[in-house]
């Protein structure tokens, strides 16, 4: 089982709607989850870091989910600058390295 | 302005030429980081560093040699590049390297073309 994953999408959705992405992880012992924004060929940035109680932050809802072993990233009210690719990103333990996953893109049409 | 700057942005080389990326931070960070990401597997982690004079092998090491000398920069060197390191290479930085709340910072990425 990869460390990761993610469905590559695309998803293709209006304006407007609401998109859910999931990403499963594979190590239990996995401490820190976050989702990172990267539009085409630009670099990866830090959309939200998911905590175990969940988070939100404006249209975006962040949710954990220790016992399945994974993440799920909610937009709400979908805008065209939304069109990118969502990558899964998770922490093993407190200082070593991050595992990426190979990302979800959303393309958002008027 | 906070940032990570790498050069050059774009290169292509040919097989067994030499080349560095240079990568630099002014965020004081003390872990900087290299990930090279191609078509369909995503980023990997190529080079990690805890501090100056301190790194060690991430996922995909092979073929890349890195120093840090300096807390600000962290270049990455390719002592005999092949064409299977044609890739999009990102440098990163965050403050301590881990946490919840230890942001990595990208680098703009530099696009790699061995011939």
């Known amino acids: 089982r990869k460390e990761v994953e993610q469905d590559p999408g695309p998803f293709n959705v209006p304006e407007g709607a609401t998109v859910a992405f999931n990403c499963t992880y594979s190590n239990s012992a996995s401490q820190s989850f976050f989702w990172y924004r990267q539009d085409c060929r630009k670099e990866p940035k830090l959309l939200m870091s998911?905590?175990?109680s969940g988070n939100e932050d404006g249209r975006f809802t962040a949710q954990l989910n220790r016992a399945s072993q994974y993440i799920s990233l909610l937009i709400r009210d979908s805008k065209l600058s939304d069109s990118a690719t969502y990558l899964c990103?998770?922490?093993?333990?407190?200082?070593?390295?991050?595992?990426f996953g190979k990302g979800t893109m959303l393309l958002v049409s008027p | 302005e906070a940032q990570v700057t790498q050069n050059p942005r774009y290169l292509i080389t040919v097989t067994g030429k030499k080349l560095t990326v240079t990568c630099s931070q002014n965020m004081n960070h003390e872990y900087m980081s290299w990930y090279r990401q191609d078509p369909g597997l995503g980023l990997r982690q190529i080079y990690y560093s805890m501090n100056v004079e301190v790194t060690d092998k991430g996922d995909v090491p092979e073929g890349y040699k890195v120093s840090r000398k300096e807390k600000r920069n962290f270049p990455l060197i390719l002592e005999s590049p092949s064409p299977n390191q044609t890739s999009l290479y990102f440098c990163a930085s965050s403050s301590r390297g881990g946490g919840l709340t230890d942001t990595q910072y990208f680098g703009p990425g530099t696009r790699l073309t061995v011939l």
């Open positions: 990103v998770v922490r093993n333990s407190g200082y070593s390295t991050l595992t």
């Open positions: 998911v905590y175990s």
